[in-house]
């Protein structure tokens, strides 16, 4: 009686309490960004497609799109993702136990035995009489406890855990966005160093087409040693330009194996021409629809989610912890009787604990959460102003880009023509060697810059497919 008495008081405190209970209120992270604009900066193609979660194969290269494959099955620093993401998902499941009760059982078996001293009487031989006794005891318990979560506490818990679980998905998202245009950039760097490599060979024999030139009118008297001098110095200088191109080439196929997840030594890739690489017009789409297309601003958006409910939680910690715990207990001295006639024990309890005093230091955690909260809200307003800027960096170093070819491949053929022209004026006496030597240099620049430019147009396009979130799309 006493029991049920005291149960029936603590609900009905606990009901009384329950009226002063506090929720955060919850924040809209999308309305920190404010006057989103309506359009880029940047003029977009009327033909653009949207962008595809396969989005490299636009690229037209089937051996990108093995490297890519194999990069996503074999990268370290993605599968690390992916072990956070059960870890994440293990600590969800941990938080969510926390609105169950706890059940628990236990059995015993003991034995006991008492031995009593000598008597003072004796039978009819004369002997001594002792007394002893022992016995076993069986028992069998079951108990449970519940916290009553009336405050939210443990909900908020569930929450902030199922938030940080999400935040390592889109984690793991952005970091495969990152890989795959990792990838393709160092696929893209080794395509063009080889270029500039053929480049430089093919200047290196035109160089040397010259000097033999140059020798023959040296011989028959009709250039002086200075010309020889000077053209067997463009000859050293083309070839001192190749082994830094080597090394880089080297250095680019050690860091693509590494993203890869591949040993170095012997790493080769076959390799394309980079004007045999598609460059497709993306769609860029309204501002505002990025929202939702990067995984970078999905993982900040629930990592504010998670300290919103964090809020929820160390303010319920301010109210009254409340549980009820009960005990069922079987007992007996065997383990027939256990079945038959056991001793029967049932407790059930009630409990409210309430920090009375603790120096301030759950209102002190209170602030805490809040001050992060609001940190958070600032770090979600600046990857949304961050993002922004790399579309529209993406979309001006395209088309810049993509004008800058077009004027040195007209600058490229004015300087064939200029070299050919000039190397004629020199057999024919007309001009100097220095004409012919400019007009080298002239050629050579052209050439290795048009190389360079057209790797720009590409990680230019690579870097507006990871600005637009790479085809993913959020929840």
Not at 141 to 155: C, H, I, R, V
Not at 278 to 284: C, E, F, G, I, Q
Not at 370 to 377: A, G, P
Request: hydrophobic share 45%.
């Amino acid at each position: 009686m006493t029991s049920s008495l005291s149960l029936g008081l603590a609900i009905v405190i606990l009901l009384l309490l329950n009226g002063c209970a506090s929720q955060s209120t919850s924040r809209d992270s999308a309305s920190v960004v404010k006057d989103l604009p309506a359009q880029w900066s940047e003029a977009q193609a009327s033909s653009a497609s949207t962008i595809t979660a396969t989005w490299w194969q636009d690229f037209a290269s089937p051996e990108l799109d093995s490297l890519i494959a194999l990069g996503l099955q074999n990268n370290p620093d993605l599968g690390m993702a992916a072990e956070r993401i059960v870890q994440a998902e293990a600590q969800a499941r941990i938080a969510g136990a926390s609105l169950f009760p706890v059940l628990s059982g236990s059995a015993g078996v003991s034995h006991r035995e008492t031995r009593g001293g000598n008597t003072a009487t004796t039978d009819a031989g004369g002997s001594n009489n002792n007394s002893s006794s022992s016995g076993n005891s069986t028992s069998l318990g079951l108990s449970a406890s519940y916290e009553f979560d009336f405050w939210g506490k443990n909900a908020a818990g569930v929450r902030v855990a199922k938030s940080q679980q999400q935040a390592s998905q889109f984690d793991r998202d952005s970091l495969q966005l990152s890989l795959v245009a990792g990838i393709a950039t160092g696929y893209f760097q080794i395509l063009a160093v080889r270029e500039r490599l053929a480049v430089a060979q093919e200047n290196l024999t035109i160089a040397r087409r010259v000097l033999q030139v140059v020798e023959a009118r040296v011989r028959y008297g009709a250039a002086a040693q200075l010309d020889l001098t000077r053209q067997r110095a463009a000859v050293l200088n083309q070839q001192a330009a190749i082994p830094p191109l080597q090394l880089q080439e080297q250095q680019y196929l050690y860091a693509l194996a590494i993203l890869l997840g591949q040993v170095t030594p012997g790493f080769q890739v076959a390799g394309d021409k980079l004007q045999q690489l598609n460059l497709p017009a993306v769609a860029a789409g309204v501002p505002a629809s990025l929202l939702q297309r990067r995984p970078d601003l999905a993982s900040a958006e629930a990592q504010l989610a998670a300290a919103n409910a964090n809020i929820d939680a160390t303010r319920a910690a301010l109210f009254p912890s409340i549980s009820l715990s009960s005990s069922l207990g079987l007992a007996s001295d065997s383990l027939q009787g256990l079945v038959n006639a056991p001793l029967t024990t049932f407790n059930i309890a009630a409990g409210l604990t309430q920090a009375i005093f603790d120096g301030g230091r759950l209102r002190s955690q209170v602030s805490i959460a809040e001050s992060r909260q609001r940190e958070l809200l600032l770090a979600y307003r600046k990857a949304v102003l961050a993002a922004l800027a790399d579309v529209d960096n993406a979309l001006a170093a395209s088309s810049r880009a993509q004008s800058l070819e077009n004027l040195l491949q007209a600058s490229l053929q004015e300087s064939d023509q200029a070299l050919r022209l000039s190397e004629v004026r020199y057999r024919a006496g007309t001009d100097d060697l220095l004409v012919l030597l400019d007009a080298q240099r002239s050629r050579f620049q052209a050439q290795d810059q048009l190389t360079q430019i057209r790797l720009s147009r590409l990680q230019a396009q690579l870097g507006l497919y990871k600005a637009l979130g790479g085809g993913w799309r959020g929840q």
